[in-house]
């Protein structure tokens, strides 16, 4: 393997920038990690009408699943879509309405 003093400037330069880039981008996952149980702990509000026959959901409750990002929501709906049969457990089967 080269040795580092070894490198010609501009590989070096774009090694740094890379390697910033991967820093950059973890510090970022990081936050948006820490973020996700904020964003789901704000649909409380949205609790009463995830029951069959519950009324349209509320103002707040569509203001709240809009303020959730995308990767959040998805991420939780496939871990929710795996609890079955991480608990041993059948998978639910649900009819398309």
Known sequence: MASLKHLNPATALLLAIVLALAVVQTQVSVAQAQACPVQLSNLNV????????????S?????????????CLCSTVQITARLPSL??????GCSTV
């Not at 949205?46 to 959901?57: D, I, K, L």
């Not at 608990?87 to 639910?92: G, T």
């Open 87 to 92: 608990c041993n457990l059948p998978p639910v």
């Open 59 to 71: 103002s707040e409750c569509c203001s709240a699943l809009q303020s959730v990002q995308h990767d």
């Open 46 to 57: 949205c609790a009463p009408f995830v029951m069959p026959g519950a009324a349209a959901p």
